[in-house]
């Protein structure tokens, strides 16, 4: 993946969903479908330190819809990544990273709506990451 000369990507890459053990009272509670979410292993550094390195997270596929702060799954053109997300007054979205070496990225409302695509919200995440 490039992100252009002498830059690193800033990018989680999201590897096949894992499967792991929750409570029907948990699903409940929170109010999610138990089939209509996925696990995820998490490849990259610009959530530390909240989400580190081959930590996984649990996706809920029915939440595509943007919360202002809150942290998603998405399809960037052909990468996927985990970001926290902001919508700005003027309808352009910011991907935001937790680890302050990967600045924000603003995209443009015609951008987001062509090549940006919500695969779901981050609702759990576990991992022996910053142990």
């Known amino acids: 993946f490039s ?6 990507p800033h990018y989680e890459l999201l590897e096949d969903s894992e499967n792991a053990t929750y409570r029907l009272s948990w699903f409940q509670k929170e109010r999610i479908n138990p089939a209509r979410v ?5 490849k990259g550094d610009s ?29 960037y053109e052909n990468d996927l990544r985990i970001k926290f997300l902001f919508r700005k007054l003027n309808g352009s979205l910011v991907l935001h990273s937790k680890n302050p070496k990967y600045p924000d990225e603003e995209i443009s409302p015609e951008l987001a709506n062509e090549h940006i695509s919500i695969i779901g919200r981050v609702r759990d995440k576990s991992g022996k990451g910053g142990l």
């Open 38 to 42: 996925k696990r995820f292993r998490v």
């Open 47 to 75: 959530q530390e330190d909240f989400l580190f390195h081959n930590d996984t997270v649990l996706v809920n596929l029915d939440e595509t819809n943007i919360v202002d702060g809150k942290l998603y799954a998405i399809r």
């Open 3 to 8: 992100a252009g000369p002498g830059r690193e």
